[in-house]
């Protein structure tokens, strides 16, 4: 079983900065990419950031320059630094996993996060 928590959510101002952390844990053979999803009331999830294991970042638009994803898949963690946080951030952040299953063999397996919550007011 393959485990992903996230911490580090919470309340902050228009123009501040959060710092989101995330750690796997079970039994994982490999992953090849983490990143963080969110999802806003009455909307659908997107994709915020990616890291590819030994690869290239990804960002959403709307984020870029803003947001830092990093991410060390030698421990299975990944980390999303947000600064000048708007209103519109405000979403449940969902960290994500897709990698090699725990036999070392087969279709690639999709983990998910709790959700940590991040509100950004006005």
């Known amino acids: 079983q393959v485990q992903l928590v996230e911490s580090g959510g919470g309340l902050v101002q228009a123009g501040g900065s959060l710092r989101l952390s995330c750690a796997a844990s079970?039994?994982?053979?490999?992953?090849?990419?983490m990143g963080w999803y969110r999802q806003a009331p009455g909307k659908q999830r997107e994709l915020v950031a990616s890291?590819?294991?030994?690869?290239?970042?990804n960002y959403l638009d709307s984020v870029k320059g803003r947001f830092t994803i990093s991410a060390n898949f030698a421990n299975n963690s990944v980390y999303l630094q947000m600064n000048s946080l708007k209103p519109e951030d405000t979403a449940v952040y969902y960290c994500?996993?897709?990698?090699?299953?725990?036999?070392?063999?087969?279709?690639?397996?999709?983990?998910w996060g709790q959700g940590t919550q991040v509100t950004v007011s006005s």
């Open positions: 079970g039994n994982i053979f490999r992953f090849y990419v």
């Open positions: 890291h590819i294991n030994g690869g290239s970042t």
């Open positions: 994500h996993a897709n990698g090699i299953p725990p036999t070392g063999w087969g279709a690639l397996i999709d983990y």
